[in-house]
């Protein structure tokens, strides 16, 4: 399926932060780790498991079960 951006809250400032609970803005969300798994208009994640993006080509963007992330540089965090 398409892919959509989640509603990660956005931490504006990139230091003193947790990655579990919201994406620095200046990095667009590429450090977020947390478990936010809807979109924005409410659709569940698929798991990464079941897409093309794998753990192996992305080492870097977490791509945990079916948690929102931001593997190359988009706007935020998706799925």
């Known amino acids: 399926g398409d892919s959509e951006y989640c509603d990660v809250p956005l931490c504006h ?3 003193g932060y947790d990655p579990q609970t919201c994406g620095c803005t200046s990095l667009r969300q590429q450090d977020y ?3 936010i798994n809807t979109t924005f208009s409410g659709k569940a994640c698929m798991r990464w498991n079941d897409t093309n993006y794998t ?3 992305y ?3 977490g ?3 079916n948690y929102c ?3 190359h540089g988009d706007f935020r965090a998706w799925c």
């Open 63 to 65: 791509l945990e079960g």
């Open 33 to 35: 780790r947390g478990t």
């Open 69 to 71: 992330r931001n593997l």
């Open 13 to 15: 400032a990139c230091s």
């Open 55 to 57: 753990a192996v080509d």
């Open 59 to 61: 080492p870097w963007a």
